[in-house]
């Protein structure tokens, strides 16, 4: 095949994704808005950082005052998935991925953009530059419209459609507690710490960041513990 035909294989196969990152994105920009954050701010994370769990706690952190310890933790923690799949994807790279373009495309990977690139019989860059165009330009512009919205509108009104973005965790996480008992353990989990750690009084010395780190930490060793179990017995 062609690499302008690859190039255009990547870019249709895009579309779905990027439609689907326009309409997330928008809750993001409302929540940055809401949180404090410049339209432009919030254009320039988007840009720059192509995940929406990530850059969601990311603003909160930012909106609670968190150091810059904390923020790199809760990424980490977060976005620790991205490496395993770059790591998975990187056994259907073509001939064409030099070092400088797997470090670079390596940023743009996203569940979705996982799902569609290991899919295929091999990847080429061609392909991968296709396949990530719509879905990051996607993002930004959502962003942008969500954080120029949450700007003009009332903060009432910002408030109520700041809530859009748990629509997104949850459009999320009910598939995959559907196919997994052990997924289900750990968000319920991690929920439950989460809750626990922001309510009762004793914990209130813990900040956002941190918080989010314990709960994921903690759900993530349980549901593995119970799962290695299983397989044990």
Request: glycine share 10%; proline share 3%; no cysteine.
């Amino acid at each position: 095949m062609k690499p302008s035909t690859l190039f255009i294989k990547g870019i249709k196969d895009g579309i779905p994704i990027g439609l689907g990152y326009l309409s997330v994105a928008i809750g993001v920009g409302i929540t940055a808005a809401s949180g404090g954050l410049t339209a432009l701010t919030a254009i320039l994370m988007s840009m720059t950082n192509l995940t929406s769990a990530g850059e969601a706690a990311g603003i909160a952190v930012i909106a609670a005052g968190g150091t810059l310890l904390e923020m790199a933790l809760v990424q980490l923690v977060i976005n620790l998935r991205y490496s395993l799949m770059a790591i998975s994807l990187s056994q259907k790279l073509d001939r064409s991925f030099t070092t400088s373009r797997r470090l670079f495309l390596g940023g743009f990977i996203t569940d979705e953009i996982y799902a569609m690139a290991v899919n295929q019989d091999k990847v080429t860059t061609r392909y991968m530059y296709g396949l990530i165009l719509v879905p990051y330009i996607g993002w930004a512009v959502g962003t942008a419209i969500g954080a120029s919205a949450g700007t003009m509108l009332p903060a009432d009104v910002t408030a109520a459609l700041g809530m859009a973005i748990y629509g997104m965790f949850i459009a999320v996480f009910v598939p995959i507690m559907k196919k997994s008992s052990i997924a289900t353990l750990a968000i319920v989990l991690a929920a439950v710490i989460s809750t626990i750690l922001r309510v009762v009084p004793v914990f209130s010395f813990i900040s956002y960041g941190f918080s989010v780190i314990l709960s994921s930490v903690s759900a993530a060793t349980v549901a593995a513990w119970v799962a290695w179990r299983k397989r044990s017995a």
